[in-house]
């Protein structure tokens, strides 16, 4: 069953890919290799190489933890951030995602419970939170919903008890 978040984060997905399939560099010139260091057996930071002899102005930073397990990825356009970043745990479940535009949050973010249902997703428009901010309790029913509009709340804020019934 396809939930809301799901399409959600296909929708981020597709919007990104979407935003770089129309920028003016070519995406033949765009290959890019993956160099990873290893020093005294812990992961450095790898990121993303220019293959072609034009600059680019994408690339794709990804951390690793001293296990091997990825910590982060996180997409820069023109040095800055730009596109879907992720964090995941040490052990593999994923923290948080957010999306980013020219270095500023634009987008939703997103942070989840170990139990990878949804701790908290808001949205921001150029580092302002811009429409709803929801948190939920770790069972997934939601715990508090309040609107902004260009980092001014809009409402008051509404509050659940973990049963789902309102907090007056």
């Known amino acids: 069953m396809v939930t809301d978040h799901i399409l ?3 929708l981020l997905k ?3 890919l979407y935003k770089y399939l129309s ?3 070519s ?3 765009i290959a890019a290799l993956f160099t990873i260091s290893i020093i005294a057996g812990n992961c450095a930071l790898m990121k993303s190489h220019k293959v072609s002899e034009s600059p680019s102005p994408v690339h794709t930073e990804v951390s690793y933890y001293p296990n091997g397990q990825q910590e982060y990825t996180a997409e820069y356009l023109n040095g800055k951030l730009d596109g879907i970043s992720q964090h995941w ?3 593999g479940s994923l923290i948080s995602e957010s999306e980013y535009s020219n270095g500023k949050l634009h987008g939703i973010w997103i942070k989840y419970y170990t139990n990878k249902k949804i701790m908290y997703e808001v949205q921001y428009f150029h580092d302002q939170k811009h429409g709803n901010e929801k ?3 770790e069972n997934g029913t939601i715990k508090s919903e309040q609107s902004f509009h260009y980092g001014v ?3 008051d804020i509404l509050r659940w008890q973990p049963d789902g ?3 007056y």
């Open 153 to 155: 709340p809009s409402r």
């Open 8 to 10: 959600r984060i296909i």
């Open 89 to 91: 745990s040490e052990g």
């Open 23 to 25: 920028i003016a560099y």
């Open 14 to 16: 597709m919007k990104y």
């Open 165 to 167: 019934s309102i907090v």
């Open 135 to 137: 948190w939920y309790y």
């Open 27 to 29: 995406l033949k010139l």
